[in-house]
């Protein structure tokens, strides 16, 4: 039996779902209910993580459902049902089969978790928890979205390969909206505290910044089926977990903007700080001219999706 009665919802136990629930449950931070539209899915894999259990030794019950009334007392829920992206297609592509899985996934979560906080993972990313917020009307700063995390993780990796140094004493600085207009700072970007200006010369940086945006097409291309899940599903974990135990992680993430940045009205990457009662803080950094500018083009490009396609 689970030694915590903290509850963890994750939506979709697919590719992302069933990779942040597995992770999740080596955390030792709660019960963890995957929920499927089809319900064999989400019980066969919850089994499957459960008997697990001794080999890695977790503390938790696992379950599967397709029913929203067992996701009830839920701290976080992490959505990740939906499509994923095939070759050839990018995020956006996806705008109109996942809104309508957003919107009734929303509604079951509204009536059953309504005190819960959302972390999205649904592609296209910062569409989708805009709509998220939308539909379940939950106050901003508990719905959020994760990609920022992933993508400084993505950043951090094709670093330290450069460096040719450890993962762990990378910390990098990824903003913008999860998809072709993200921002990578480099400005931002430090190896243990050392500046990468002054690690790496500009053109490896400029090509870390373009593998990092295109990130996770250099996958979907790979795969041939689907798209990335074990770093996707781990950072949602990791966000989750900052929600459950209030760690306050300051970490880029999704989050409505109200006149920050020079943006209003839009989930955008940027910093918050990340606790129990969601984003609890957005830090504003000082950026150079350029580096605004692309953050606004990026956040511009999806309010304009949101009114022309989402109809917002
Ligand atoms: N309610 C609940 N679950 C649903 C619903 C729904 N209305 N519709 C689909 N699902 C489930 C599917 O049954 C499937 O198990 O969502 C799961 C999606 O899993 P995958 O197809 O494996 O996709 P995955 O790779 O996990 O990606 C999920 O995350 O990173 C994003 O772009 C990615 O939008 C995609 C999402």
Same mark, same amino acid.
Do not use: W
């Given at each position: 039996?689970?030694?915590?009665? #903290? #509850? ?9 779902? %069933? ?49 929203? $009334? ?13 499509? @994923?992206?095939? @070759?050839?297609? !990018? ?9 309508? +899985? ?27 928890? /805009? ?9 901003? $700063? ?16 094709? &670093?330290? $390969? ?27 970007? !430090? ?13 490896? &940086? ?12 250099? &996958? ?19 966000? %989750? ?6 760690? *306050? ?11 920050? /940045? ?5 989930? +955008?990457?940027? @910093?918050? &700080?990340?606790?129990? !009662? ?7 950094? $000082? ?15 999806? *309010? ?7 109809? /917002?």
């Amino acid at each position: 039996m689970s030694r915590t009665n #903290k #509850k963890i919802a994750v939506i979709g136990a697919g590719n992302v779902g %069933a990779t942040c629930a597995f992770v999740l449950a080596q955390m030792k931070i709660g019960q963890v209910v995957m929920l499927d539209i089809y319900e064999g899915f989400a019980k066969g894999k919850a089994l499957d993580m459960s008997q697990n259990a001794n080999v890695l030794n977790y503390d938790g019950t696992i379950t599967g459902t397709s029913n929203y $009334e067992d996701i009830a007392g839920s701290s976080v829920v992490v959505v990740t049902s939906g499509f @994923p992206r095939q @070759p050839g297609m !990018t995020r956006e592509d996806l705008i109109g089969k996942n809104a309508e +899985i957003v919107r009734q996934v929303g509604e079951g979560i509204k009536e059953h978790a309504p005190d819960s906080v959302i972390i999205m993972v649904t592609n296209p990313l910062d569409l989708m928890t /805009y709509h998220m917020q939308k539909v379940t009307g939950f106050p901003k $700063e508990r719905v959020v979205g994760q990609a920022g995390v992933l993508d400084s993780a993505r950043m951090t990796h094709f &670093i330290a $390969e450069a460096v040719g140094c450890s993962e762990e004493d990378v910390s990098a600085m990824v903003l913008g909206g999860h998809g072709d207009t993200m921002v990578p700072l480099p400005s931002y970007t !430090t190896v243990s505290g050392i500046p990468i200006t002054q690690l790496l010369d500009d053109e490896t &940086i400029r090509k870390i910044c373009e593998r990092t945006a295109s990130g996770g097409g250099e &996958i979907v291309k790979l795969l041939e089926r689907g798209s990335a899940f074990y770093a996707p599903g781990s950072a949602a974990a990791i966000m %989750a977990e900052s929600v459950i135990q209030d760690r *306050k992680r300051l970490i880029p993430a999704s989050t409505l903007l109200s006149g920050e /940045y020079g943006l209003d009205d839009v989930y +955008i990457g940027v @910093p918050v &700080i990340l606790g129990s !009662t969601g984003v609890e803080k957005i830090i504003e950094l $000082e950026l150079s001219s350029q580096e605004l500018e692309s953050l606004q083009k990026s956040g511009n490009f999806y *309010k304009e999706q949101l009114t022309s396609i989402l109809g /917002y």
